[in-house]
C-alpha cells in the first residue's frame, strides 16, 4: 500500500551543522510531497512542497528534491539554528478513484544545541 | 498563525463526559479534515469534509461525531471516549479547486494549532 517513511529520531546537531531528514515513499501514481513542521505546542505548518520529479522545494533555508527514480523526498538544511528544533513531518497526497489520500509519515524530531 | 483557529486548547474529561472541539478557518477553503495525533504512531486522517459534505470516514468509532455546519466551522462531538483517545487532535482546511465534480486536487493543507485531550 501507500506508504511514508521517514528516519526515526531524535537528532541532535550542533548550532550550524548540516541537516539532512531522510525520507521515502511507497505509491503509485503521482503524488504530491510535503514537508511539515510542527514546533512546541503549536500544530503542524507547511515548510515546503513539490508536486512532480525532479521540482525542488525551498523554504528558510531547506531543501528537498522530488526523487522519483528512487522514490526519495530528502530534507536538507546547510546551517541549522537552535530555532529549528522542531518535529519534522514528511507526506504525500495523492488521488484515488475519486477520492484523496493524506499519508503522513511519523515524524522526526530535531533537536539543534547552541 | 496560519488561518485555522482551534478550542479548546486543552481538554480533560471523564468517560461519561460530552464534549465538542470546535475548528473554524478564516483562509476561505472548502475543504477540511480532523486529524489524531498519538505519540510515535503516524499522523491519523479521521474524516475529511468538502463543501460540508463529509466526504471520507476513516472507520472512526461512532464515539467520534463530527459536524460542518458550513465551510468555515467544523466541530467533532465526544462522548463516551477510551482512555486510549487522549491524543492531540488537529483540523486542517484546505482549497479543493474541484470540489463540485470530486476530481482535483486538494494540495496544501493548513493546520490548527490542535486540542491537547486527555480521557479519564
Known amino acids: 500500500g501507500d506508504s511514508v517513511t521517514q528516519m526515526e529520531g531524535p537528532v541532535t546537531l550542533s548550532e550550524e551543522a548540516f541537516l539532512t531528514i531522510n525520507c521515502t515513499y511507497t505509491?503509485?501514481?503521482?503524488?504530491?510531497l510535503f514537508w511539515y513542521v510542527q514546533y512546541p505546542g503549536e500544530g503542524l505548518q507547511l515548510l515546503l512542497k513539490?508536486?512532480?520529479?525532479?521540482d525542488k522545494g525551498s523554504n528558510k533555508g531547506f531543501e528537498a528534491t522530488y526523487r522519483k527514480e528512487t522514490t526519495s523526498f530528502h530534507l536538507e538544511k546547510g546551517s541549522v539554528q537552535v530555532s529549528d528544533s522542531a518535529v519534522y513531518f514528511c507526506?504525500?497526497?495523492?488521488?484515488?478513484?475519486?477520492?484523496?489520500?493524506?499519508?503522513f509519515g511519523t515524524g522526526t524530531r530535531l533537536k539543534v544545541l547552541a | 498563525e496560519t488561518g485555522v483557529t482551534q478550542t479548546p486548547r486543552h481538554l480533560v474529561m471523564g468517560m461519561t463526559n460530552k464534549k465538542s472541539l470546535k475548528c473554524e478557518q478564516h483562509?476561505?477553503?472548502?475543504?477540511m479534515y480532523w486529524y489524531k495525533q498519538s505519540a510515535k504512531k503516524p499522523l491519523e486522517l479521521m474524516f475529511v469534509?468538502?463543501?460540508?459534505?463529509?466526504?471520507e470516514n476513516n472507520s472512526v468509532p461512532s464515539r467520534f461525531s463530527p459536524e460542518c455546519p458550513n465551510s468555515s466551522h467544523l466541530f467533532l462531538h465526544l462522548h463516551t471516549l477510551q482512555p486510549e483517545d487522549s491524543a492531540l487532535y488537529l483540523c486542517?482546511?484546505?482549497?479543493?479547486?474541484?470540489?463540485?465534480?470530486?476530481?482535483?486536487?486538494?494540495?496544501?493543507?493548513?493546520f490548527g494549532p490542535g486540542t491537547r485531550l486527555t480521557v479519564l
Open positions: 507526506a504525500l497526497t495523492l488521488s484515488r478513484g475519486g477520492t484523496y489520500k493524506y499519508i
Open positions: 469534509y468538502s463543501l460540508e459534505e463529509r466526504v
Open positions: 483562509l476561505g477553503h472548502n475543504a
Open positions: 486542517a482546511s484546505s482549497q479543493d479547486p474541484n470540489a463540485a465534480s470530486g476530481g482535483g486536487r486538494r494540495d496544501t493543507q493548513y
Open positions: 505509491a503509485t501514481g503521482y503524488p504530491s
Open positions: 513539490a508536486t512532480k520529479a525532479d
